[in-house]
């Protein structure tokens, strides 16, 4: 699913609204507007109308991002002073629009607070392959726990967790503080499930 993301442009009066609509179809005056506008070529932004105020919707922040400075360079061109508002993104949930930053996932407090949010549990037939992988994966940027052929790999994200699980022919679950909180005490219990002799 994508987000919806907005920019809002207060202009001082009705008639700047319809000018800058004129100049942001077809005839862009300013080299830096058309030079972004190239930049956005493809994409299909809508624009929108509520009397003085001009709405820009995108798909991303960065898109919304470029649109506004497209509009500003049109403006700065026109001689236009005008508010634009920060990149506002649409809450579903809430159905409102608001310029607050997205707020942390549980992921990204857990991989702040210094613990992979999901790992990778992996089972090798011998004490070398794990070892081996170990180094291959810790060449590879992961944060790696390995007891004798058992390895338990890191990542920041499900997403990340089922692909190197893939790969690995691994299972992937969530990880982080909670889970070993929440762990049965004992020294075989980080690797249960992963069969074994």
């Known amino acids: 699913m994508t987000d919806d993301w907005r920019i809002r ?23 830096e507007a058309k030079r972004l506008a190239a930049e956005l070529e493809g994409r299909r932004l809508a624009v929108s109308r509520d009397g003085n105020e001009l709405f820009v919707y995108a798909s991303s922040p960065a898109e919304a991002e470029r649109a506004r ?35 942390e996932t549980w992921e990204e407090e857990e991989v702040e607070r210094g613990y992979a949010p999901w790992e ?39 997403e990340e967790a089922r692909e190197l699980a893939a790969r690995l022919h691994g299972e992937a679950e969530a990880g982080g503080e909670v889970v070993w909180e929440g762990m049965p005490q004992g020294p075989f219990a980080v690797f249960r499930g992963l069969g074994g002799t």
Request: no cysteine; hydrophobic share 35%.
């Open 9 to 31: 442009v207060e202009l001082p009066e009705e008639q700047h609204a319809e000018t800058l609509l004129g100049r942001l179809g077809l005839d862009l005056g300013s080299d």
């Open 69 to 103: 400075g497209i509009v500003e360079a049109e403006l700065a061109e026109e001689g236009i002073e005008a508010r634009t508002s920060a990149v506002e993104r649409w809450l579903e949930d809430e159905e409102r629009w608001t310029g607050e930053p997205p707020s």
């Open 120 to 158: 990778v549990r992996v089972e090798r037939k011998s004490n070398g392959e794990a070892r081996k992988l170990a180094d291959q994966l810790e060449a590879e940027g992961y944060d790696v726990v390995r007891r004798f052929r058992y390895l338990i790999v890191g990542t920041a994200s499900e």
